[in-house]
């Protein structure tokens, strides 16, 4: 057997797969990110709190930074991220400056209901976002083009996207350097 076949043989059999592997997987990266980009202006919406208060987005973020995060009860990776965002919240929404927004994706409302209370959730600003909840003209999840969740956006006062998918580590960091912690 020569060299060449038996380089040809192990590209074949190790290599060209390998590619293909990578391949799918950015790929998949690729579509399941949010669609909106940093720097771009959020889109405004309009839409109902648990509590039964209108919240408008536009009126929310103009003096403050807000994080809309997209979540599903059903989502084990949301419910593990879940307590991770409440150390951040109890230590800027104090000041005034800052807002969670959470954006249940939801086919059973009640589900979400029972998770926010499950996970002590503190930020009051729940939104409800799913089938059949007949949201005008659009869903807020398709205005943002969720793909999957969970999905962040960072607006500063404004309405300009400043990360998305940020972690809480990267809010924090955000957040001192625009607020001066």
Excluded at 1 to 21: I, Q
Excluded at 39 to 61: H, I, Y
Excluded at 65 to 86: A, D, Q
Aim: charged share 20%; proline share 7%; hydrophobic share 40%.
């Amino acid at each position: 057997m020569k060299f060449g076949t038996v380089r040809k043989k192990w590209l074949l059999s190790w290599v060209l797969p390998a590619l293909l592997v990578v391949l799918f997987f950015y790929i998949r990266y690729q579509y399941l990110k949010p669609g909106l980009k940093h720097g771009t202006q959020a889109p405004d919406f309009s839409a109902l709190s648990l509590q039964g208060d209108t919240l408008r987005l536009s009126e929310l973020n103009r003096d403050k930074y807000v994080l809309l995060y997209f979540w599903g009860s059903w989502c084990s990776v949301c419910r593990k991220e879940n307590p991770k965002w409440i150390p951040v919240y109890e230590r800027w929404a104090a000041s005034g400056k800052f807002e969670i927004v959470g954006i249940g994706i939801e086919q059973q409302v009640s589900r979400w209901q029972a998770a926010i209370k499950r996970d002590a959730l503190p930020w009051p600003l729940q939104l409800a976002d799913g089938v059949g909840l007949n949201l005008q003209p659009a869903s807020i999840s398709d205005l943002y083009e969720i793909k999957s969740v969970p999905s962040k956006y960072l607006l500063k006062p404004g309405g300009t996207i400043i990360a998305v998918n940020p972690s809480p580590r990267q809010v924090n960091r955000l957040l001192e350097k625009f607020l001066g912690e």
